[in-house]
């Protein structure tokens, strides 16, 4: 069983920054990819970027490409989302999910950011 836990969500100024975290109890953890995703007021859950297990592989929602970068760290059990440039757009829940063979099992209760313009 894995157990995520975001945070690092808040309000901050377009043009601003904030970093995400994920941290994940459980060692099958370091073989899992994983995902953030972002759910709007009124809008559907979306995909915002991707990790395999290595750290070697990356993948962006064009919208954030440039501005957002996903990495992790296995020995402290945690991916991160590091957010640049953040647009009122980017406003929404964040969570963060994990999984292996493509499937994202277990996810996080969410943490919020939220982009002043």
């Known amino acids: 069983q894995v157990q995520l836990v975001e945070t690092g969500g808040g309000l901050v100024q377009a043009g601003g920054s904030l970093r995400l975290s994920c941290a994940a109890s459980?060692?099958?953890?370091?073989?899992?990819?994983v995902g953030w995703f972002r759910q709007a007021p009124g809008k559907e859950r979306e995909f915002v970027a991707s990790?395999?297990?290595?750290?070697?592989?990356?993948d962006y929602v064009d919208s954030v490409k440039g501005r957002f970068t996903i990495f992790r760290d296995n020995a402290k059990n945690t991916v991160y989302l590091q957010m640049n440039s953040l647009k009122p757009e980017d406003t929404a829940v964040y969570y963060c999910?994990?999984?292996?063979?493509?499937?994202?099992?277990?996810w996080g209760q969410g943490t919020q950011v939220t982009v002043s313009s």
């Open positions: 999910a994990a999984g292996g063979l493509g499937q994202y099992t277990y």
């Open positions: 459980g060692r099958a953890f370091a073989n899992f990819g």
């Open positions: 990790i395999t297990w290595t750290g070697r592989t990356t």
